[in-house]
Structure formats: structure tokens, C-alpha cells
């Protein structure tokens, strides 16, 4: 059960239990802070106007990027 809950998806995209943390947790201070530049934006319409926008294309091309690795023998991508 523990075997699934932390290793199989991070195999499945390719990548070690660590590696994988690294990356999600990159994203997700990356989503907070466009998250944060979007409500100040609509505060002060002035302010970040790409920002959230250019985080949401650097993400996607981050993840489409990483989505092209092969998977880690055994486990089937899902």
C-alpha cells in the first residue's frame, strides 16, 4: 500500500519519490505566486499584468516537456 501511495506515480512519469517532490513542489509555489499576482492584479489592474499568464504557459511547457520522459520499467504511465 505505501509502495503505491509513494512510488508508483513518480515512477510512472519517470522519476524518483525525491525527484518527483522536488517538482511538484516547484510547481506549487510557482501556481501560488501567479495565484498571488492574479488577486493583486485585480486589486491594482496596473500591477502584473502578464504574470499569471506567463506562469501558466511556462508551466504548461514544463509539464508537456516532462510528460515526453519514458516511465521507469515496471510501472505502466496511466
Not at 525525491?18 to 505566486?33: P, Q, R, T
Not at 495565484?35 to 486589486?43: K, R
Not at 496596473?46 to 510501472?75: C, I, W
Amino acid at each position: 500500500m505505501l509502495e503505491r501511495w509513494f512510488s508508483e506515480h513518480p515512477r510512472s512519469v519517470g522519476e524518483t519519490y525525491v525527484e518527483h517532490l522536488k517538482v511538484a513542489v516547484s510547481f506549487g509555489i510557482s501556481m501560488i505566486a501567479g495565484g498571488l499576482a492574479c488577486l493583486i492584479h485585480a486589486l491594482l489592474p496596473s500591477l502584473f499584468r502578464t504574470k499569471a499568464s506567463q506562469t501558466v504557459a511556462n508551466l504548461h511547457e514544463r509539464m508537456v516537456s516532462r510528460a515526453r520522459r519514458p516511465p521507469v520499467a515496471g510501472v505502466a504511465k496511466r
